[in-house]
């Protein structure tokens, strides 16, 4: 009997033993998507974006440069082509303008204009400011496991707050084990898919890896290929940098 009552006391030892490390294991979206978030973005950004956008069948070509501070601070000046040269955009939180040397003076946009397509087809300013994966969403996450059960991927499934000033339906986000930002599909309202971006030619920046190719593919079938060039993290950034007058060139 007694026997019985220390077998029966190892087993329940053992499922509690068992029950606990899966908890433990088991991740936190919240932790995986601020983990993922950070590799993607750091507390502060800048770098030169080569765009090659095919709309209709057209290649136009569109050179920026971004600086952000968090993920609700960015200034996008365009570089190239000459005719758009000095126009740009800043995002100080849910506020947004546009100014172009033409008009002169900067103009205030709706806080959804984040989300538009900034040349008519693939990204955004959000995403060219690195602030797709903002704190505008609930997360969900699921592991993705090989052929012996080793965690290959998360999977992030991200729905808008409410209220929150954004136009999809939903975010799936897949990221490697070491959070690296590997493919975004975005989707609308009704659950159909507007565009899926895949990111590729990583490099090693800091301790962290980094892709700087990114390929969207909107679901009309208009494609871009982005290329980040000379990313830089953590910079002496903070509030006061993103101003209207730094917009409009006279800082």
């Not at 983990?35 to 209709?56: K, M, N, P, T, Y």
């Given at each position: 009997?007694?026997?019985?009552?220390?077998?029966?006391?190892?087993?329940?030892?053992?499922?509690?033993?068992?029950?606990?490390?899966?908890?433990?294991?088991?991740?936190?979206?919240?932790?995986?998507?601020?983990?993922?978030?950070?590799?993607?973005?750091?507390?502060?950004?800048?770098?030169?974006?080569?765009?090659?956008?095919?709309?209709?069948?057209?290649?136009?070509?569109?050179?920026?440069?971004?600086?952000?501070?968090?993920?609700?601070?960015?200034?996008?000046?365009?570089?190239?082509?000459?005719?758009?040269?000095?126009?740009?955009?800043?995002?100080?939180?849910?506020?947004?303008?546009?100014?172009?040397?033409?008009?002169?003076?900067?103009?205030?946009?709706?806080?959804?204009?984040?989300?538009?397509?900034?040349?008519?087809?693939?990204?955004?300013?959000?995403?060219?400011?690195?602030?797709?994966?903002?704190d505008d969403y609930e997360a969900s996450v699921e592991v993705i496991m090989d052929d012996v059960d080793a965690p290959t991927n998360y999977v992030l499934t991200l729905i808008p707050r409410p209220d929150a000033p954004v136009v999809y339906g939903k975010l799936v986000v897949t990221a490697s084990v070491d959070f690296v930002i590997r493919e975004a599909v975005y989707?609308?309202?009704?659950?159909?898919?507007?565009?899926?971006?895949?990111?590729?030619?990583?490099?090693?920046?800091?301790?962290?890896?980094?892709?700087?190719?990114?390929?969207?593919?909107?679901?009309?079938?208009?494609?871009?290929?982005?290329?980040?060039?000379?990313?830089?993290?953590?910079?002496?950034?903070?509030?006061?940098?993103?101003?209207?007058?730094?917009?409009?060139?006279?800082?």
């Amino acid at each position: 009997m007694r026997i019985r009552v220390l077998l029966g006391v190892l087993i329940l030892t053992m499922c509690v033993a068992v029950f606990v490390q899966a908890q433990d294991a088991a991740p936190d979206a919240t932790q995986v998507l601020e983990q993922v978030r950070s590799r993607w973005q750091g507390d502060s950004f800048h770098a030169v974006l080569e765009l090659d956008i095919v709309l209709g069948g057209q290649t136009k070509s569109h050179v920026l440069e971004v600086w952000t501070y968090g993920d609700d601070h960015a200034l996008l000046r365009i570089r190239q082509p000459e005719i758009d040269a000095g126009s740009g955009y800043l995002q100080i939180k849910d506020e947004l303008w546009y100014y172009s040397p033409a008009v002169g003076t900067s103009i205030a946009l709706p806080a959804f204009g984040l989300t538009d397509a900034l040349f008519g087809a693939g990204p955004s300013i959000g995403d060219l400011s690195q602030g797709t994966l903002s704190d505008d969403y609930e997360a969900s996450v699921e592991v993705i496991m090989d052929d012996v059960d080793a965690p290959t991927n998360y999977v992030l499934t991200l729905i808008p707050r409410p209220d929150a000033p954004v136009v999809y339906g939903k975010l799936v986000v897949t990221a490697s084990v070491d959070f690296v930002i590997r493919e975004a599909v975005y989707y609308d309202q009704r659950g159909e898919v507007i565009r899926t971006a895949t990111f590729g030619g990583t490099i090693i920046l800091g301790e962290a890896v980094f892709p700087t190719e990114i390929e969207i593919v909107d679901a009309s079938g208009d494609r871009t290929v982005e290329r980040i060039v000379d990313p830089q993290f953590d910079l002496d950034l903070d509030e006061t940098f993103f101003t209207l007058e730094r917009l409009e060139g006279v800082e």
